[in-house]
């Protein structure tokens, strides 16, 4: 059974940084792409960032350019989102999410699981 | 970026009742569109991708439709469970992945 378990979620200063992960199991993570979404509280949906199998594809929304870094330790089977000079917008709970194949064209995926999320919160 | 616009943004219906949720596309998509249920405080749930090919497990109840722009989910005898709110999601590979602002499903 396939598990998505996020961590590293808190209270951040606005300008701080904070590292996410997601611990996977049920399936051999190094075969599949991974992604972050996000879930502004009350809001919507938002993705934020994919890597492909290998980890030598990867995409950002314009919003994580440049603030954001996705990364991932297959030997570990985990998931990692750095960011970096947070803002209150990044306010939001994150999900970890698995998508079903190596990559996606141009980083567009569909994610066949979640994670449970893990609440970011920034603010002074 | 391609947009996604979904309506009605609340729904309320009895059980047994047959429920559609449409989503638009601001630009042709093919059928690189996948439907997520989320219950409340939940992660959301795969229900349907590529427009109309239902996930593993997921209720036969639930179906989709569509291409190009317009795009449909279906629930064909609502049931108390199925109080969630649905997003629809465009993976068009031209465009950066976005999601329909949802739909509030409520049983009467």
Same mark, same amino acid.
């Given at each position: ?60 929304a ?50 066949d ?12 | ?23 638009r ?11 997520y ?19 593993d497990?997921? &209720? ?8 190009g ?10 049931? &108390?469970d ?13 465009? &950066? &992945? ?11």
């Open positions: 059974e396939v598990d998505l378990v996020e961590s590293g979620g808190g209270l951040a200063l606005p300008g701080g940084s904070l590292r996410l992960s997601c611990a996977a199991s049920g399936f051999t993570f190094g075969s599949f792409a991974m992604g972050w979404v996000r879930q502004s509280p009350g809001k919507g949906l938002e993705w934020v960032s994919v890597i492909t199998h290998s980890g030598g594809g990867i995409y950002y314009d919003f994580a350019k440049g603030r954001f870094t996705i990364s991932r330790d297959n030997s570990a089977n985990t998931l990692f989102l750095h960011m970096y000079n947070l803002r209150a917008e990044d306010t939001a709970t994150y999900y970890c999410a698995k998508v079903p194949g190596k990559f996606c064209a141009g980083g567009a995926c569909v994610y699981f979640w994670g449970q999320g893990t609440l970011v919160t920034v603010s002074s | 970026d391609i947009q996604m616009t979904q309506s009605p943004s609340t729904l309320s219906a009895s059980v047994g009742d047959r429920v559609t949720i449409t989503c596309a601001s630009q042709m998509i093919s059928v690189w569109l996948a439907w249920q989320q219950k409340p405080g939940k992660a959301p749930q795969l229900l349907i991708s590529k427009a109309s090919i239902l996930e497990g997921v &209720p036969s109840r639930f179906s989709g439709s569509g291409s722009t317009e795009f449909t989910l279906t629930v064909r005898g609502l049931q &108390p199925d109080v969630a709110t649905y997003y629809c999601q465009h993976y068009d590979s031209r465009s &950066p &992945p976005t999601f329909g602002g949802g739909t509030k499903v409520d049983v009467k």
